[in-house]
T-cell receptor, first 112, second 111 residues
Framework: DVKVTQSSRYLVKRTGEKVFLECVQD?????MFWYRQDPGLGLRLIYF???????EKGDIPEGYSVSREKKERFSLILESASTNQTSMYLCASRERTSYEQYFGPGTRLTVT | QKEVEQNSGPLSVPEGAIASLNCTYSDRVSQSFFWYRQYSGKSPELIMSIYSNGDKEDGRFTAQLNKASQYVSLLIRDSQPSDSATYLC???????????FGTGTKLQVIP
């Protein structure tokens, strides 16, 4: 079974703090994704990566950056957290030749 | 902007009935279609994939695809209270290289 893990299930941070969210997958998948999910807005893609050190902006990259130094690990960084970044953050991965994405358990981030 | 549309619901069905969930998409070149189930407070779980026109069955679930009408559906037979969740439709369009998700339909199965 594909296993995608995320570093925290719940996180509370203060406005202006730098926040790191980590995602690790154990299936040697090339592609990894970061989404946020908000009521009524669905899943929105923040960034994705199709290889080590490679990244592409998704639909809402503003205020975020990412890092992929190893194939199994994809990190999302909030450089200066703001209250409008309070959300559920979901990591996903998939093989290059398949479009079936597998999600981690999610991190519910609250910025106060 | 590629779009995937679903009725937000809630769709309420009695236990044992067939639940029918529908999804339309705007990009004619869409190639791959997926259904995810998401329980409240949990992450989406892939339950069905369909790539060609027609029906695909897996246990109590049947996915139906009609590319001419740009329509994909999920049927759940013998619905159980444990099927109560939000169901997300997702579409992969090769030219766009990303999976686009609908906002989901909330299903409630009434015992």
């Amino acid at each position: 079974d594909v296993k995608v893990t995320q570093s925290s299930r719940y996180l509370v941070k203060r406005t202006g703090e730098k926040v790191f969210l980590e995602c690790v997958q154990d299936m040697d998948h090339e592609n990894m994704f970061w989404y946020r999910q908000d009521p009524g807005l669905g899943l929105r893609l923040i960034y994705f990566s199709y290889d080590v050190k490679m990244k592409e902006k998704g639909d809402i990259p503003e205020g975020y950056s990412v890092s992929r130094e190893k194939k199994e690990r994809f990190s999302l960084i909030l450089e200066s957290a703001s209250t409008n970044q309070t959300s559920m953050y979901l990591c996903a991965s998939r093989e290059r030749t398949s479009y079936e994405q597998y999600f981690g358990p999610g991190t519910r981030l609250t910025v106060t | 902007q590629k779009e995937v549309e679903q009725n937000s619901g809630p769709l309420s069905v009695p236990e044992g009935a067939i639940a029918s969930l529908n999804c339309t998409y705007s990009d004619r070149v869409s190639q791959s279609f997926f259904w995810y189930r998401q329980y409240s407070g949990k992450s989406p779980e892939l339950i069905m994939s369909i790539y060609s026109n027609g029906d695909k069955e897996d246990g109590r679930f049947t996915a139906q695809l009609n590319k001419a009408s740009q329509y994909v559906s999920l049927l759940i037979r013998d619905s159980q209270p444990s099927d109560s969740a939000t169901y997300l439709c997702a579409v992969f369009s090769g030219g766009y290289q990303k999976v686009t998700f609908g906002t989901g339909t909330k299903l409630q199965v009434i015992p």
